[in-house]
């Protein structure tokens, strides 16, 4: 193992601590934090404590998803440059690839937009840029990257 080897291997898991924590995050909001307010407001009847909790959570969270979508695409920039240079990426591997990014870059604008235009839960528009959205595009991205290394040890085997 040379050096460009143990760079591109801290890379790969800045990608993926990267990917892990910003979509465990956003799991976290979804499924845990969201419930629990909405839990409140009923319980306590008190919207503004309530809206100032979650504007909290998503205030302290921002610069978190922000970090990660940088740590993404400086990553990832790499590791596809990296990976299509290589006789093991073939057709199959480039067109999950291409799919993957499409997604990402979905996600990403979802969680620019997100805090900017509010949260529209009850249109259509809302379930396809919401934080379900968003959530569901990052575990599909998540499985997408194990499919392309699924593929690309499988172009190395021959």
Do not use: C
């Not at 100032?52 to 400086?74: D, Y």
């Not at 057709?91 to 291409?98: G, I, P, S």
């Amino acid at each position: 193992m040379d050096v460009a080897d143990i760079i591109l291997l801290v890379i790969r898991w800045a990608h993926a601590l990267a990917a892990v924590v910003w979509i465990g995050g956003s799991l976290f909001m979804l499924l845990a934090a969201r419930p629990a307010l909405l839990s409140l407001r009923s319980e306590t009847g008190d919207d503004n404590a309530v809206g100032l909790l979650g504007r909290a959570l998503s205030t302290e969270f921002r610069p978190i998803v922000l970090t990660a979508i940088g740590v993404l695409i400086v990553s990832g920039v790499v590791l596809t440059v990296d990976r299509l240079t290589s006789d093991a990426a073939g057709v199959a591997y480039t067109v999950v690839l291409v799919a993957k990014i499409a997604l990402a870059v979905y996600a990403f604008v979802i969680a620019w937009l997100l805090p900017r235009r509010g949260n529209r839960v009850g249109s259509v528009g809302g379930v396809l840029s919401g934080p379900a959205a968003l959530t569901v595009a990052g575990v599909i991205v998540i499985g997408l990257a194990d499919v392309l290394t699924w593929l690309f040890e499988r172009g190395l085997a021959g």
